[in-house]
């Protein structure tokens, strides 16, 4: 079952160290171009991940092609794709070995979540990071 409670994604994101955001956009007029500032300007490393944008930066990071490419561990994908897109994403965070996956408002998969779960991943789907970390007043550790 998906994290929902506060405490629950509190924990989450205090223990979290780096963010792959796929989706990431390199137009401010996107929200997650917003979403990515904002998490870097709390203390976290965000990986974005655009196969369109292959090769550019976004807010002094690379951008990757796909979550094949990273080579660092990664606590939580991000996701900033369609609900029926985020399957794939899911998959390929499995396939990584990322510790969680984190689904945008609006974008909700139950089977990709089922998957995730089954493979040991924590889930939340359907929220924002950028909004939670404020709200909840998160202290990231170290």
């Not at 969680?100 to 789907?125: C, D, P, S, T």
């Amino acid at each position: 079952m998906p994290i929902t409670d506060d405490a629950g994604i509190k924990a989450l994101l205090e223990e979290t160290r780096t963010i792959a955001l796929v989706g990431a956009s390199d137009r401010p007029s996107r929200p997650s171009w917003g979403v990515m500032k904002r998490l870097q300007d709390h203390g976290y490393r965000v990986i974005p991940v655009n196969p369109q944008i292959t090769g550019e930066h976004v807010h002094g990071e690379f951008v990757f092609r796909d979550l094949d490419q990273l080579g660092d561990p990664i606590d939580i994908v991000d996701i900033f794709r369609n609900s029926a897109a985020a399957g794939d994403v899911v998959d390929d965070a499995i396939r990584i070995g990322a510790k969680a996956v984190w689904m945008q408002i609006g974008v909700v998969n139950e089977a990709a979540a089922a998957r995730a779960e089954a493979a040991g991943l924590k889930v939340v789907m359907d929220r924002c990071p950028a909004i939670d970390i404020p709200r909840l007043g998160v202290a990231r550790i170290g």
